[in-house]
């Protein structure tokens, strides 16, 4: 579970500009993502049994500053190499590719807009005679 997280993480940093997010954005979008649903899940514990060893800050994968969070080059090529297609042979047959597919994150949901209730407003509304009598 920790291994698909991180990958989570490496994704998303990957797919920010410069490969840099705050933190409040990038726990935003790996909210998004861990429950978007099983393909998400799957896609990262297929990832995550090529990588058991992960640890994304001791080898250097990801910087932390005071302004968030940043993927490396090193980070960038680990990504590649795991997401690279596994050759697969058969018998008498020429080595093939195993698709590998990179769903697409679920766009973020807009903003909601909270309405303010005019408390005063509906008090005095509610303290006036009806008109009807």
């Known amino acids: 579970m920790w ?5 989570t993480v490496l994704k998303v940093l990957e797919g ?16 998004i993502l861990v429950t ?22 001791s ?4 910087l932390r500053d005071d302004a968030g969070w940043q993927i490396t ?11 690279t297609p596994i050759q697969t042979t058969t018998d008498n047959e020429q080595p093939t590719e195993a698709a590998v597919v ?16 005019n408390l005063r407003r509906r008090a005095r509304e509610q303290m006036r005679p009806s008109a009807v009598a």
């Open 16 to 31: 920010h500009p410069g490969g840099r997010a705050s933190l409040a954005e990038l726990s935003r979008a790996v909210a």
């Open 73 to 83: 080059d090193a980070g960038r090529a680990f990504l590649a190499s795991i997401e």
């Open 3 to 7: 291994v698909s997280f991180q990958i």
């Open 36 to 57: 978007s649903g099983p393909d998400w899940t799957d896609r990262t514990k297929r990832l995550a049994a090529r990588a058991p060893g992960l640890e994304i800050f």
């Open 59 to 62: 080898q250097s994968f990801v």
């Open 102 to 117: 990179m769903p697409v994150p679920p766009q973020a949901s807009p903003p909601i807009r909270l309405v303010a209730v």
